[in-house]
């Protein structure tokens, strides 16, 4: 057997051992008091934090939800204990500690961006203020921009752009629900709010305040009769929010929806075109 094999193997042991006592304490919540349960789910938010693991993570036929991963972040919370820090001026009083040692991983962090620990963030990633919670991914090169926030479990991919004030939705429970997912060189225009485990595949582009919740019609224009989807929005797209009128018994009302109205150029450099694709269509930012 070769050292390659034999770390692999060995890793896979322990992710089955991590596993199997997550899977029992949440079964069986009277184990949490145990010691070899604690350092087991501490184990996995040390990971998570690290980015060794991932709530959800990419296979070759889509996105594969890691839901023993999950569990071990809610019982994270059932076993730590209320504490006061303090970082500065501020003061602190919660479960979770706070990451550290941006300085070491790469990171720009922009007074006063938060993230907590079990939360991975890449290096070359930019937080300016800004709020990413336990089980989020964020990989290198995106910039989360001021005031957005990354919701718990929540995946953000490689080079992408959260502008302000941007909400991406957290999600812990129900346990067989997805994260959301944004994909490489997304960009997510200002105040645009992801939720409820909506995709947003790669390159694609939203423009301002875009609302996409897993029943939010996704409506495709471009050709001579609409496409309509739900959940997810596909690669190279390039979105606004619009609305369409729905009966009502009280009587017809606008309901909003997100327009897919183009797609980006493969020929315009991805840097420059996350702005120039929505300024194409007289979209704003």
Not at 106 to 134: D, F
């Amino acid at each position: 057997m070769t050292v390659v094999n034999y770390l692999c193997e060995n890793y896979y042991c322990l992710m089955k051992d991590l596993q199997h006592i997550i899977e029992s304490a949440w079964n069986d919540r009277s184990l949490l008091t145990q010691e070899n349960t604690q350092q087991a789910i501490r184990q996995v938010v040390s990971l998570l934090d690290k980015g060794t693991l991932r709530v959800a993570e990419p296979t070759q036929n889509g996105w594969q939800v890691n839901e023993w991963i999950k569990k071990a972040v809610v019982l994270y919370f059932l076993i730590q204990k209320m504490e006061t820090f303090e970082v500065g001026i501020f003061e602190y009083h919660d479960k979770i500690p706070l990451k550290k040692g941006y300085k070491e991983k790469g990171i720009r962090v922009v007074p006063h961006a938060v993230a907590r620990h079990g939360a991975y963030i890449s290096s070359g990633t930019i937080l300016m203020p800004s709020y990413i919670n336990i089980g989020a991914y964020v990989d290198q090169g995106t910039m989360v921009d001021t005031w957005a926030t990354v919701g718990s479990c929540a995946q953000i991919g490689e080079n992408v752009h959260l502008s302000g004030g941007v909400g991406i939705g957290g999600v812990l429970e129900p346990l067989q629900a997805a994260p959301v997912i944004i994909e490489d060189g997304a960009f997510i225009g200002s105040r645009c709010i992801v939720v409820e485990g909506v995709r947003v595949e790669k390159e694609a582009v939203l423009g301002a305040n875009v609302v996409l919740t897993m029943s939010t019609k996704i409506i495709d224009v471009t050709g001579d009769e609409p496409v309509i989807t739900k959940g997810v929005i596909p690669a190279r797209s390039v979105v606004i929010p619009g609305s369409y009128t729905k009966e009502f018994k009280a009587g017809s009302y606008n309901v909003p929806c997100a327009l897919i109205i183009g797609k980006r150029k493969e020929s315009t450099n991805k840097k420059t075109s996350l702005n120039d694709a929505l300024r194409e269509y007289d979209v704003a930012v």
